[in-house]
């Protein structure tokens, strides 16, 4: 479907393909759209530790997955959305819709899924313009202003995602980590009504993880100390915890679930045997959400107040993006960035 938009150029930023040297700002067309495409002009986009990691890998993808904007222009099949409607979304952008994950609300796991990084490499949230498909796309409640959003579409999504998996009713949910995640699945977890045990290396955190819901904080330090087990340990933090220590009935209950979330990709997780087979121990791997549970995590932020703690920055070039990857490198960021455009 040809638009006003059809042809026109703008900036793309992606890493130069090789590991190391500052981000580079390339071109990209806009092209006719498809029936069910959706031009965004993007207005607010999150600044992601996978984005940085995939820069510092050397891909060359278009950097920027969690963005919001305004819609410019849609495909002539597209019905739920409209031009000037607040819209969002990037990591999952596409899938199969009919194959056994799709066909029940996992299409996230979809095979013939594209997802940021593995797929559609020149279009990303790092710029003027995000061509999305409808579905893949979400509209933003009024409740939730366009800066806070932007984070959710990844970071939100994440954590979500892991405890509508998990987590029943009465359970005790832990949390390792207070940062990019680990503050939003605090939220999260305390607004769908469960106790959440926050641990944490820093004592002076405390009042800061009791501010977001925690009804427990939690030295990772001394986790013996806990009050009674969690049946839920969600792993938000950037290292992996002491499993001698933590594997232990009275810390993580009997059939609990560890979910590890931004702990290290790269390299063995670890755990001790004994202890998964006698407790009846789970692991529990997640992603970003499927859709409908995407579309539902906004409006449940929206109605619960839910909010990233974020820095906004405008936009000033690659300059901005390469300050805020030193930034997340050096652990400054509290706890997410928003580029905005």
Same mark, same amino acid.
């Given at each position: ?5 059809t ?14 040297g ?6 990209a ?14 207005t607010?986009?999150g ?9 510092r ?6 950097l920027?997955?969690?963005?919001t ?12 959305? &409209? ?12 899938s199969c819709?009919k194959c056994h994950?799709c066909?029940t609300g ?5 095979y ?7 797929g559609?490499?020149s279009?990303?949230t ?9 579905g893949?796309?979400?509209?933003i ?9 932007a984070p959710?579409?990844?970071?939100g ?5 892991a ?8 359970d005790?949910?832990g949390i390792?980590?207070?940062?990019g995640?680990g ?7 305390a607004k ?12 002076? &955190? ?6 977001f ?8 330090s ?7 087990p ?7 933090g ?25 702990a ?6 670890t ?8 407790s009846g121990?789970h ?15 906004? &409006? ?8 990233p ?13 390469? &300050?805020?990857?030193?930034d ?10 928003v580029?905005?455009?």
């Amino acid at each position: 479907m040809a638009s006003s938009f059809t042809g026109k150029e703008y900036p793309i930023y992606r890493g130069q393909g090789g590991p190391g040297g500052p981000v580079i700002r390339d071109t990209a067309t806009i092209p006719e759209l498809g029936p069910n495409d959706v031009l965004i002009r993007i207005t607010h986009s999150g600044v992601c530790f996978t984005d940085q990691e995939f820069y510092r890998l050397g891909s060359p993808v278009a950097l920027g997955h969690e963005g919001t904007g305004i819609i410019e222009a849609i495909g002539s099949a597209v019905t739920t959305l &409209k031009v000037g409607d607040r819209a969002g979304g990037g990591f999952h952008r596409h899938s199969c819709g009919k194959c056994h994950y799709c066909l029940t609300g996992q299409d996230i796991f979809c095979y013939e899924r594209t997802i940021f990084g593995f797929g559609d490499f020149s279009n990303g949230t790092f710029g003027q313009y995000y061509l999305g498909k409808e579905g893949y796309v979400h509209r933003i409640p009024d409740g939730l202003s366009s800066e806070d959003s932007a984070p959710l579409h990844c970071a939100g999504a994440t954590v979500y995602s892991a405890l509508t998996d998990t987590v029943k009713e009465r359970d005790r949910v832990g949390i390792i980590g207070i940062g990019g995640l680990g503050h939003l699945a605090i939220q999260f977890a305390a607004k769908m009504g469960v106790e959440v045990v926050v641990f944490s290396s820093s004592a002076d &955190k405390e009042a800061e993880a009791r501010a977001f819901g925690a009804s427990e904080f939690v030295l990772l330090s001394e986790p013996e100390k806990i009050s009674a087990p969690v049946n839920v340990l969600i792993l938000a933090g950037s290292k992996y915890p002491d499993w001698t220590r933590f594997l232990d009935d009275k810390i993580l209950a009997r059939n609990g679930t560890i979910v590890p979330l931004a702990a290290p990709t790269q390299g063995p997780l670890t755990l001790p045997a004994d202890k998964l087979f006698w407790s009846g121990f789970h692991v529990h791997s997640t992603l970003v959400a499927s859709r409908a549970k995407h579309a539902d995590m906004l &409006k449940f932020a929206a109605r619960n107040g839910v909010r990233p703690l974020i820095q906004k920055h405008k936009f000033e070039g690659v300059e901005t993006i390469d &300050k805020i990857f030193k930034d997340l490198e050096d652990g400054k960021v509290r706890y997410r960035a928003v580029i905005e455009f």
